[in-house]
């Protein structure tokens, strides 16, 4: 019982680790594979015994079928400009109110601050009827503003920012430039923009994809197919009247996912450096 | 010289009409003032005024007419609420309770000296939270369905197949394990960050006591593990509890707008309360019901996440 085998763990042991570790990752790629297979095997191909499982050549004619059903670009291109924006405006909002946290002192600052880590706890659903009126009474329903406006700043963002801030950026080199002269914004965008570029290139993939994500929020705002967003657009896909064609529909999806798996594959590293510097340390 | 200038060097020259601390105060507020701006607009009010409108009878035309607790008693009275309360439980509790543990398992895993691949597996695990919870169930739904690849390989083992589509059990299983696809490997992100910041000289000391590698997980990862522990169950609490767009989707397929009662959870029936019957007031009420029960529930949760690893007052969150 004492003094467990050394450090050199046991040949079975090892062999177990290793399994476990396989048959996750095997279960984490899988449904990726599998969306291309049905998408490209002819229609009913999801539901044949034994199951296809090797890639065949009708994903452009499956894909053809969903864009004849959904304004699928329209939706894409959507997507593209209401995350884009988004991001742009969380970036620009977190990191200022990050900074202002990080680097100045006020009044009621420790309060202010932990105000908004409290928000961060409030479910979402809580306050979507009232937010519907408000966008009713704005007369935003059916529009971009609906969705963009309230996703402009959020509390993660300032709180991530903050952290990030008061570590990377010397409280020396912002003294620095008062003495030269420099105005607040000017000292902003001049000597803590740049040093934080890494910490917005997180936020921003987080954020740009978070709001591609989302679904609930623009699926109660946005009325005309015109406005989908191209998650909405793929559960318009999913109806009983076409008997289930999952070569359509995973074609699609698999084409509304691609440019997130892009993303996410060629900045990984920073993204889950990011995701674990930020995320609980508090 | 540098050193001798204050930060805010304010008090002395009172030449233009503010001092210098004054208007770096000023910048301050000005650069958090569009959180709390939209946070005023878009949640504080909105969160009062589901509160308010929990008494009122409303279809978000017409006037609104006050009706005490009524909406509270109907919701409550209502079987249909019962049931998607029960449902989000237990598909809360399947989809997570496992998720944390496996999650925590890969994370050890991952973490231990001999592993190799330990960058593309990380990338590998948590490659599926990218994906949109809409794909994630439109994919589900074709390994499920009844002549699927998951019955067909239950098949192979011998295994009765299940009713993915409307069975009891059935469709909450493939919810559930939605769920968990989708966050096990951002769970194991979590916990294997926590398990890089414990430092590696407890280990050593722990080994050279003679402590197995069961004592050394019990004694020092865990209890070490903890404030992560708690956060991971905080978010999958609070996530789980406002289960909407997997069933929503899951079940929805069939054209009809409403969703069946194996799937229905509380958040469904909040949304159809509102956007499906017109019913504000006794949709706010449910609104109201679901921010108790998540207090409550992550309550009960940070409690039983402290336990964990023995009651030595660690990380005091």
Redesign the interface.
């Given at each position: 019982m004492r003094r467990a085998r050394g450090d050199q763990p046991h040949i079975i042991t090892k062999i177990c680790f290793y399994l476990f570790l396989a048959i996750g990752a095997v279960i984490s790629i899988f449904p990726f594979y599998w969306m291309f297979v049905i998408g490209s095997n002819e229609r009913g191909a999801a539901s044949r015994i034994p199951p296809v499982i090797t890639i065949s050549d009708r994903f452009f004619e499956n894909f053809g079928r969903a864009l004849d059903r959904t304004e699928f670009w329209t939706a894409l291109l959507n997507s593209v400009f209401i995350s884009s924006v988004v991001t742009f405006s969380v970036l620009l909002f977190c990191s200022l109110a990050g900074y202002a946290f990080a680097k100045y002192q006020f009044r009621f600052k420790t309060f202010l601050f932990f105000f908004v880590l409290g928000t961060l706890f409030v479910p979402q659903q809580l306050s979507v009827l009232p937010t519907y009126v408000i966008m009713a009474k704005l007369h935003w329903i059916d529009t971009y503003n609906a969705v963009i406006v309230p996703a402009m700043v959020n509390a993660f963002g300032i709180f991530w920012m903050r952290q990030y801030i008061s570590t990377a950026v010397h409280t020396e080199l912002i003294e620095a430039g008062r003495i030269d002269g420099a105005g607040h914004l000017r000292i902003f965008t001049r000597v803590v923009v740049p040093i934080i570029t890494p910490a917005y290139a997180t936020l921003g993939i987080f954020t740009f994809m978070n709001t591609w994500n989302d679904f609930f929020w623009p699926f109660v705002v946005l009325k005309d197919r015109s406005h989908y967003t191209i998650q909405i657009a793929l559960q318009q896909l999913f109806h009983t009247r076409d008997g289930l064609d999952y070569g359509m529909i995973l074609s699609a999806t698999f084409m509304a996912t691609l440019p997130l798996l892009i993303v996410f594959l060629l900045f990984s590293r920073w993204f889950i450096a990011g995701l674990t510097s930020g995320a609980v340390k508090s | 010289m540098?050193q001798t200038?204050p930060?805010?060097a304010g008090k002395v020259h009172k030449t233009s009409w503010l001092t210098e601390?004054k208007?770096?105060?000023l910048?301050?507020?000005l650069?958090?003032s569009?959180?709390?701006v939209?946070?005023a607009?878009?949640?504080l009010?909105?969160?009062l005024?589901?509160i308010y409108?929990s008494f009122f009878k409303w279809d978000?035309l017409g006037p609104m007419q006050y009706m005490g607790l009524k909406n509270y008693e109907f919701v409550m009275e209502d079987p249909v609420f019962w049931t998607s309360f029960f449902n989000t439980l237990i598909i809360s509790a399947m989809g997570t309770i496992p998720q944390l543990i496996?999650a925590l398992?890969?994370a050890v895993?991952?973490n231990?000296a001999?592993?190799r691949f330990k960058?593309t597996?990380?990338?590998?695990?948590?490659?599926?939270n990218?994906?949109?919870?809409?794909?994630?169930t439109?994919?589900?739904?074709?390994?499920f369905?009844?002549?699927?690849?998951v019955n067909?390989v239950f098949d192979v083992l011998g295994v009765d197949p299940i009713n993915w589509n409307s069975g009891w059990w059935g469709v909450k299983l493939a919810i559930a394990m939605m769920i968990m696809?989708r966050w096990?490997?951002?769970n194991t992100?979590?916990y294997?960050?926590?398990l890089q910041s414990i430092p590696t000289d407890l280990y050593e000391a722990a080994r050279i006591d003679?402590a197995?590698?069961f004592q050394i997980l019990l004694s020092i990862t865990l209890p070490l593990l903890r404030?992560?522990i708690i956060?991971t169950v905080?978010l999958s609490t609070?996530g789980s509890?406002?289960l909407?767009?997997e069933p929503y989707?899951y079940l929805?397929?069939?054209?009809t707008s409403s969703t069946r009662e194996e799937g229905i959870t509380m958040?469904i029936y909040?949304?159809t309360e509102?956007?499906g019957n017109s019913f504000?007031g006794t949709?706010?009420a449910t609104?109201?019901i679901?921010?108790i029960f998540?207090i409550i529930f992550?309550l009960i949760n940070i409690w039983a996440s402290r336990k964990i690893g023995g009651s030595s007052d660690g990380g005091a969150?």
């Open positions: - | 540098p200038v930060a805010s601390s208007r770096s105060s910048t301050a507020y650069f958090i569009p959180f709390f939209l946070f607009i878009f949640g009010y909105p969160i005024f589901t409108l978000a496996l398992l890969l895993f991952l231990s001999i592993t960058k597996l990380r990338v590998l695990f948590f490659m599926p990218i994906t949109s919870i809409v794909a994630v439109l994919v589900f739904s074709a390994l369905s009844n002549n699927g690849m067909w696809w096990t490997g951002y992100i979590i294997l960050s926590g003679g197995s590698r404030p992560f956060f905080l609070i509890l406002q909407f767009t989707v929805g397929q069939s054209g958040v909040l949304y509102a956007f504000f949709a706010a609104a109201v679901l921010l998540t992550s969150i």
